[in-house]
């Protein structure tokens, strides 16, 4: 079959050719293990495959590998419904169906390759063999109805014929009927909410940016596409409950996602910018159904209504309600399977057709790309047509794809006569298509719903159509019933057919089958989700594993030393050396797997700094840098709370209102900067304002007020000491308390949340600048690397983040100003502290002797530019140690960031760097 692109689909077949390799790889092995031994979720996952890669075959109509994955789905449906188990048979047709769908997929990546290397500027041409698709397909549907069939005989000589009971299945049908429906319902909640909140999050992300770019289309359908995409999931776990009821939250949030698609949807048919108030609406929208996620969870016990808010959006839509009827009227229950099916799709392309009708302006170039579109719809509504033999539809919609490729788009203008043609195609379509299905509901209207347990013929005879002489006549031949009749003349086809759609409508309206949509893990996939708590065990069980490690080393120390064995020594290092590799390859990949962007950290906050300046009446554009920087999910987890409380403060303290801003000659619109960059094995996260900044006389002055700082003290505190006077508990610039703040409780709780996960907070303003603060986060609070220094019998550890150097200087070289040490280390003099003076250690340390060529070990701790050396000693050495959790009486000091447990099984206290340099200030040993 021969194939025309555009130079853009040649991204899109890339993307067809790896997720469907994906999906394909394993997939046999899944097939073998069903036959072998049935198992729900083996099922679920090849019906999972199937339905991935006709779904992405699909986006470009590849018509071979869309229906070969369809007949193999078919089955795979059949099975989930318990209507027959996996066969010798059914396990052939399934590994000859993948054979086919591989070799066009590796046929397909041929092709994509060669044009890699050379990519298409204009339209291109690709011939796909179809391997004897259309062969397989037919071979593929008489097994399967001729399975169905032989169960359906099996049945009716099971059964009494007299009495309506229920007949016994196949232990593997059994296993079938009994799904699998909670497991899979199961694994598809856990799908639901992740993928949920990552929808819930774009949608946040791009309603703010589309605020500030009204004609951005992409960011509109974006927005369109994740409310499809959670209403399609709720709408699928919705079909799985055991009864429908109006409070359930599923249904409310298909309810709330399908009204918020059709608001948007007018507005992206008008062409008409999204205004506050609908962007405030589509926010609310989100909310609330994070809210009733939350409540399925069990995170949120209150029921939340949505009729208001529903009544809201559809006071707010204004879409032309008949250009967006559907084409069937009345529930869509009223009729078969898989006319739902064909209605639903047929739906979606008129939906698309009209869209592009409606956009379409007078005197403009012709689009290539709406072309493409508008014949993507037909070729949709062809496609569903042809599989229901609906030639009327088929030849009509022909006709109407020839009128579109005789345009030339970018050449051709667009007309009234055309757009009248293209108005003409639409309504022709749209009411053929109406008529058949409004006279499918006629003719099933009222179906009994004893024709559920009715075998076909019983049906025929209870109709009138068959005597029930003619019934037992034709049940005595080793063929298709229905075949038996139409051949002997007895009925018509028609007659048949209808019957057929009568028992399989009266089957649905007696019990419901759900078929199960695609979830997130598919066969052959490169990504698998795994939950916080398994993380969390991989991550202790690697920092148990470091301890051991140690312990070896330790030991093979021991046993030189103390038992002079020196080659059984070398031997247990050698060991000691593979094992350490081995960890460390181990605890490098676990790391990594717990590392994640702040961007799902940061992609938040746009839609916070918005909420806040609008209650403020203010107006801030928030400024994102760095948002590909990794973190510990643990710490990211951890760090929110603090970054959502300062962002709130440089919107309600630092910027000023629009008005005041440009009387100072500042834009009225006030700029934060949210950035984030790597630093050694921190990361660095700054946010920053343009605002009025801080005035250190205005924060000595409150400070004063409540009594944080005594009056002496205000003329010796240098501007710097002022901006830390923030940081103390009751501390605010407010004088009333609004909803933002002015409660005094503030930037304490941020610096303290902050500092439990290692890390420090700094801060620096200027008057009528504006003002930035400074958070250095570890990148996991798990393990660090650090240096081991003792002081007198007891061993201490610094992070070697704040370490700048260790020295050993000469006695000669330290020398006493007043009551402080200072030394000159490189030309520059540093202050210098005994480790036991700063930690009041009361062990009995002997007096040195000092002589003239002794060298006093020192650390040089860097503390965000603050520089001051700290006498040891000795250092012992340097290594990565697991940071274990402090009891609470030590956590409080926050002098100590944890501990660890060395190879001896000795405990070893983490020293806290800026709490050092806070003490040494105190004890004035800063002068």
């Known amino acids: 079959m021969k194939y025309v692109f555009d130079p853009d689909d040649l991204e899109i077949l890339q993307g067809i050719v790896e997720e469907s390799s994906e999906h394909l790889n394993g997939i046999e092995e899944g097939i073998l293990k069903l036959e072998a031994e049935f198992d729900s979720e083996q099922l679920d996952a090849v019906f999972r495959a199937m339905h991935s890669v006709k779904g992405v075959a699909a986006f470009l109509d590849l018509i071979p590998i869309k229906d070969t994955a369809h007949s193999l789905e078919s089955f795979m449906t059949d099975m989930k419904k318990g209507l027959y188990p996996v066969t010798s048979e059914i ?132 927005i369109l596409r994740g409310f499809h995409s959670i209403k399609g999931a709720a709408g699928v776990i919705n079909s799985m409950q055991e009864e429908e009821t109006p409070d359930d939250p599923f249904e409310k949030i298909k309810s ?63 879409a ?157 031949q080793q063929k298709k019933i229905g075949e038996i009749l139409v051949d002997s003349g007895k009925v018509e086809p028609e007659d048949v057919e209808r019957a057929l759609l009568e028992q399989q409508l009266a089957r649905e309206k007696s019990k419901e089958v759900p078929e199960p949509a695609r979830a997130s893990s598919d066969i052959g996939g490169q990504s698998i989700r795994v939950s916080q708590d398994k993380m969390n065990r991989l991550m202790n069980m690697i920092g148990e594993l470091l301890i051991s490690k140690n312990r070896v080393f330790h030991l093979a120390s021991k046993i030189g030393l103390e038992y002079q064995l020196p080659g059984l020594a070398r031997e247990v290092k050698d060991i000691a050396a593979e094992v350490a590799r081995i960890s460390d390859e181990l605890q490098d990949a676990i790391m990594s797997a717990r590392m994640v962007p702040l961007r799902i950290l940061f992609q938040r906050y746009p839609r916070t700094i918005r909420d806040i300046s609008r209650k403020a009446g203010k107006s801030v554009d928030l400024v994102v840098l760095g948002e590909e920087t990794e973190l510990d999910k643990t710490v990211i987890e951890a760090i929110n709370d603090p970054l959502v409380h300062m962002l709130r403060n440089a919107v309600d303290h630092g910027i000023e209102a629009p008005d005041k801003r440009e009387a100072q000659g500042k834009p009225r619109q006030g700029k934060i900067y949210l950035k984030a960059r790597y630093q050694g094995n921190s990361v660095i996260i700054e946010i920053s304002d343009d605002g009025k900044g801080m005035n250190p006389e205005e924060i000595k002055l409150k400070a004063l007020g409540k009594g944080l700082i005594r009056p002496e003290q205000i003329e010796s505190m240098s501007n710097e000491e002022a901006y830390q006077l923030i940081f103390l ?67 201490f550890i610094l992070p070697l983040d704040s370490i700048e150097e260790t020295v050993k200087l000469p006695a000669n070289k330290i020398r006493s100003y007043k009551k402080i040490k200072i030394a000159d280390i490189r030309d520059e003099i540093v202050h210098l502290i005994y480790l036991k003076d700063l930690l009041s250690l009361k062990e009995d340390f002997a007096a040195p002797v000092i002589t003239f060529d002794m060298r006093i ?64 200030l105190l004890l004035d040993y800063g002068g």
């Open 256 to 318: 709330l996602s399908h009204a918020a698609e059709s608001l948007l949807q007018t507005f992206r048919n008008q062409q008409a910018p999204l205004s506050s108030p609908v962007i405030d609406l589509i926010l609310e929208t989100v909310d609330r159904t994070a809210a009733l996620s939350q409540m399925v969870q069990g995170i949120e016990s209150e029921d939340l209504p949505i009729e208001d808010l529903l009544s809201r959006i559809n006071a707010l839509s204004e």
């Open 729 to 795: 508990p009751g501390f605010s610039t407010r004088e009333e308390v609004s909803e933002l703040s002015g409660r005094g409780v503030g930037m304490d709780v941020v610096k303290n949340n902050i500092e439990q996960v290692g890390g420090t907070v700094t801060m620096s303003s200027q008057l009528n600048q504006g003002t930035n603060f400074l958070l250095r986060i570890p990148l996991s609070m798990s393990i660090i690397r650090g240096l081991m220094v003792k002081m007198g019998s007891q061993s």
């Open 320 to 476: 032309d309600k008949e250009a967006n009827q559907s084409i069937i009227s009345g529930p869509v229950e009223s009729i078969p399977r898989q006319l739902k099916a064909f209605v639903n799709i047929t739906n979606q392309a008129l939906e698309s057709m009209e869209s592009i009708i409606s956009s379409a302006r007078e005197d403009t170039p012709i689009s290539r790309k709406r072309v493409k579109q508008y014949l993507r719809a037909l070729n949709s509504i062809a496609s569903s047509s042809r599989y229901l033999e609906y030639e009327d539809i088929f030849e009509l919609i022909a006709s109407h794809t020839q009128y579109l490729n005789d345009l030339i788009p970018g050449e051709d203008l667009v007309n009234p006569g055309l757009i009248k043609e293209l108005k003409s195609h639409h309504g022709q379509i749209k009411k053929l298509l109406g008529d058949k299905v409004a006279d499918i509901k006629d003719l099933l209207s009222n179906v009994p719903l004893e024709y559920g347990e009715k075998r076909i013929g019983e049906i025929l005879v209870a109709q009138q159509k068959l005597s029930q002489e003619e019934l037992n006549e034709a049940l005595a």
């Open 91 to 222: 396990t052939d047709i399934l590994l000859k169906g993948v054979d086919i769908l591989q070799l066009q997929i590796r046929q397909l990546g041929e092709h994509v390759k060669k044009l890699e290397a050379n990519p298409p500027r204009e339209k291109f041409e690709l011939l796909i063999k179809e391997h004897g698709f259309q062969e397989f397909i037919q071979e593929a549907e008489v097994l399967r109805n001729n399975t169905l069939e032989n169960r359906e005989s099996a049945q009716e000589e099971s059964c009494d014929s007299e009495i309506q009971v229920e007949c016994e299945l196949p232990e593997s049908v059994a296993n079938v009927m009994k799904i699998e429906i909670s497991s899979f319902r199961e694994q598809l909640l856990q799908d639901f909410f992740e993928e949920t909140g990552e929808h819930l999050d774009t949608i946040e992300k791009n309603c703010v940016e589309l605020e500030k770019q009204p004609e951005d289309l992409e960011r509109l359908n974006a």
């Open 857 to 920: 070990p020192i650390v040089v701790i860097n503390y965000d530019g603050n520089r001051f050396g700290l006498v040891v000693d000795s250092f012992q050495h340097e290594q990565e140690f697991v940071v274990k959790t402090l009891a609470e009486e030590l956590a409080a000091l926050k002098l100590y960031t944890g501990a660890t447990i060395m190879g001896d099984g000795s405990v070893v206290l983490i020293l806290n760097p800026g709490q050092l340099y806070q003490l040494f």
